[in-house]
């Protein structure tokens, strides 16, 4: 749907990457690489972004990198659309409610770098959650949004426990019991 309001995929790669965790940063040359496209049109679009300041750059070394600006009136509008986009919105909606006394739900994995692998991979920390209903509402979702779910289940205290061990660092806080982040 993205795709068809915006004809660039450069561009939807570039919103992916920047507006769907907002603590990442890039410079053209790693963009380059993984998105298999040449320097100039990502290096076009960029400059777009940030004439828009919609990103932000700093030069760190002599590389220059480009982070979501996250004071910019539109961010929060941007980052719901690419939450929307991806589906993540969808599969939080439906399980958070009924799920059990749940704590929080984390994004982990590729998507936390803006990389659409096609698999959305969740973490829920809570405690007595009933992985039945967890699994029934996920098999729905996929269905929903056409994308692959994996997840895994933790009480809070295996997840500050383990964390460092079977979380890898790419991770993402998406929903609070204070409500969604």
Known sequence: MLETLITSKTRVKLLLK???NDSHSSYLRQLESEFGESSNAIRVELNRFEEAGLLRSFTQGNRK???AQTGHPLFDDIHNIILKYIGIDQVIDQVVHKLGDLDRVFLHGDF???RNNGTINFIFVGENLDAGYLF???TKAEKLIKRKVEYLVM???EFSNN???SVDERV???W???GRI
């Open 18 to 20: 920047f507006f769907l």
């Open 65 to 67: 990198y480009y982070q």
């Open 112 to 114: 936390t770098e803006g």
């Open 136 to 138: 029934r509402l996920v």
């Open 155 to 157: 009480s809070e205290k």
């Open 163 to 165: 964390a460092t061990n």
């Open 172 to 174: 993402l806080l998406l």
């Open 176 to 178: 609070g019991k204070d």
